[in-house]
């Protein structure tokens, strides 16, 4: 506390940023195989919005979320395409099977009435 009064605000954040490091490599260094297995991760938005994600991990595990990332943009253009040709689908009409030309129109549903 007594730092953080005889400090400016950029002073504070360096001494806070070197602690924090510090305190990392006391934990790496009591757990060498869980300091090898962490990935860094950095996610949020870009100024248009766009979702952002930053990966820092060994090469092993970068081809997998490699893979996995091609797999996954591979699902999401084939909904992408399925879903631009349904509404074209939607939109012709089937042809009639053997239906005459003096066959009346389907009557319209019955209409709820509404209450005064």
């Given at each position: 506390m007594e730092l953080a009064r005889n400090t400016t605000a950029a002073q504070?954040?360096?001494?806070?940023?070197?602690m924090?490091?510090?305190?990392?490599i006391e934990e790496d260094a009591a757990d060498p195989e869980l300091a090898a297995f962490r990935m860094?991760?950095?996610?949020?938005?870009?100024?248009?919005?766009?979702?952002?994600?930053?990966?820092?991990?060994?090469?092993?595990?970068?081809?997998l979320v490699q893979a996995a990332l091609t797999q996954v943009q591979a699902d999401l253009d084939r909904q992408?395409?399925?879903?631009?040709?349904?509404?074209?689908?939607?939109?012709?009409?089937?042809?009639?099977e053997d239906v005459s030309a003096e066959t009346?129109?389907?009557a319209a549903p019955p209409q709820p009435e509404l209450a005064p």
């Open positions: 504070l954040e360096r001494v806070v940023r070197g924090r490091r510090v305190h990392k860094r991760t950095t996610i949020g938005y870009d100024q248009d919005g766009n979702f952002v994600l930053r990966l820092v991990c060994s090469a092993e595990d970068g081809a992408r395409a399925a879903a631009v040709a349904e509404p074209i689908e939607a939109t012709v009409a089937p042809e009639p009346p129109a389907p």
